[in-house]
């Protein structure tokens, strides 16, 4: 939802997670004001510093004296980007959200194209990379098999993003969950668009996302994403089906025992292991489909929660703000 209006409050709000970015942070605020001079809107930028272990912190602080629009929160140690978008999610003031890396690979006086999709009704603009970057065949199999799995029409997931407020309000981000935004936000009907948006070498520092196990955990968390989205919508239709096709073949084995023992008078004990082991299975997958339906209700109390909950805390702040 979006917050009651307020003259003083930003229309966009600028989420920027950092760790060790000490050779970034000032040059970053730099562009960051460039950008405002040009820009139509009103903003903030949130830097979080998520556990930094260099000299990130100090220069934050005095930056927050040289420019206005500069808010900084500090967690005391690395907590990962997923839950530093969430610290930024709960600090921002604005009815728009953009979240954006810290390394000027992207530069700010890019956002107002994200801004402008925004405003043609898009409820998330995810930028598409354009130029020559590390891991850029891994990146192609990743977005086109996730266009492929969520039927999705944008071709890169994994990039800066805005959206409306009311898109983080009302999607669930596990850990590392922020690089499926996109396909979180289709599952609940928001509108989603792309901008092109240039890549530029890394100012300084080195990159946070490196690893071949990041390849691993991306694939798995896709698998996750997709169950979430589409198995946990009917758990019983999925894991009954199963079932039934389970307890129907051992029906049909059944038969064909019975048939070589009473018939052809030849008893084959391995088909009533496998007649009973059908059977366990089919009535196991009905159990899993009950267990997933109440596990979909507590889902979507949840998140009838958790939205009520937000709509208390913008209230919250609306009203704080009033009182300044």
């Given at each position: 939802?979006?917050?009651?209006?307020?003259?003083?409050?930003?229309?966009?709000?600028?989420?920027?997670?950092?760790?060790?970015?000490?050779?970034?942070?000032?040059?970053?605020?730099?562009?960051?004001?460039?950008?405002?001079?040009?820009?139509?809107?009103?903003?903030?930028?949130?830097?979080?510093?998520?556990?930094?272990?260099?000299?990130?912190?100090?220069?934050?602080?005095?930056?927050?004296?040289?420019?206005?629009?500069?808010?900084?929160?500090?967690?005391?140690?690395?907590?990962?980007?997923?839950?530093?978008l969430k610290t930024g999610f709960a600090t921002a003031l604005g009815d728009i959200f953009v979240f954006y890396p810290s390394d000027l690979q992207?530069?700010?006086?890019?956002?107002?194209?994200?801004?402008?999709?925004?405003?043609?009704?898009?409820?998330?603009?995810?930028?598409?990379?354009?130029?020559?970057?590390?891991?850029?065949?891994?990146?192609?199999?990743?977005?086109?098999?996730?266009?492929?799995?969520?039927?999705?029409?944008?071709?890169?997931?994994?990039?800066?993003?805005?959206?409306?407020r009311e898109v983080a309000e009302n999607i669930f981000l596990r850990q590392d969950w922020h690089r499926y935004m996109v396909p979180l936000a289709?599952?609940?009907?928001?509108?989603?668009?792309?901008?092109?948006?240039?890549?530029?070498?890394?100012?300084?520092?080195?990159s946070k996302f490196s690893g071949k196990w990041r390849i691993m955990i991306g694939f798995l968390d896709l698998l996750a994403v997709k169950t979430?989205?589409?198995?946990?919508?009917?758990?019983?239709?999925?894991?009954?089906?199963?079932?039934?096709?389970?307890?129907?073949?051992?029906?049909?084995?059944?038969?064909?025992?019975?048939?070589?023992?009473?018939?052809?008078?030849?008893?084959?004990?391995?088909?009533?292991?496998?007649?009973?082991?059908?059977?366990?299975?089919?009535?196991?997958?009905?159990?899993?489909?009950?267990?997933?339906?109440?596990?979909?209700?507590?889902?979507?109390?949840?998140?009838?929660?958790?939205?009520?909950?937000?709509?208390?805390?913008?209230?919250?702040?609306?009203?704080?703000?009033?009182?300044?």
């Open positions: 939802m979006n917050l009651p209006w307020n003259k003083n409050r930003p229309r966009v709000s600028i989420i920027v997670p950092a760790f060790n970015e000490e050779g970034n942070v000032e040059e970053l605020c730099r562009h960051f004001e460039e950008m405002g001079k040009a820009a139509d809107f009103s903003y903030e930028v949130v830097i979080i510093d998520d556990g930094s272990t260099d000299s990130t912190p100090d220069k934050l602080t005095r930056l927050k004296t040289e420019y206005s629009f500069l808010k900084t929160v500090t967690h005391r140690c690395n907590r990962g980007l997923t839950d530093a992207y530069l700010p006086e890019d956002i107002p194209k994200m801004i402008a999709k925004i405003d043609e009704g898009n409820d998330l603009v995810t930028g598409w990379k354009q130029g020559n970057y590390n891991k850029q065949f891994i990146s192609k199999i990743y977005n086109g098999l996730s266009r492929r799995l969520f039927n999705l029409k944008v071709h890169d997931l994994n990039s800066v993003k805005a959206f409306r289709v599952e609940k009907g928001y509108l989603v668009d792309e901008v092109k948006m240039p890549l530029y070498d890394r100012n300084s520092g080195q979430q989205i589409s198995l946990l919508r009917k758990p019983l239709l999925f894991f009954g089906l199963i079932g039934l096709i389970l307890i129907a073949s051992g029906i049909v084995v059944g038969l064909v025992a019975l048939y070589f023992r009473f018939v052809l008078d030849t008893g084959l004990r391995m088909l009533l292991y496998l007649v009973i082991l059908l059977l366990v299975l089919g009535g196991l997958s009905f159990i899993l489909g009950f267990l997933g339906e109440g596990l979909t209700a507590i889902r979507e109390e949840v998140s009838g929660l958790r939205s009520s909950l937000a709509r208390l805390e913008a209230t919250r702040k609306n009203q704080s703000e009033s009182d300044d």
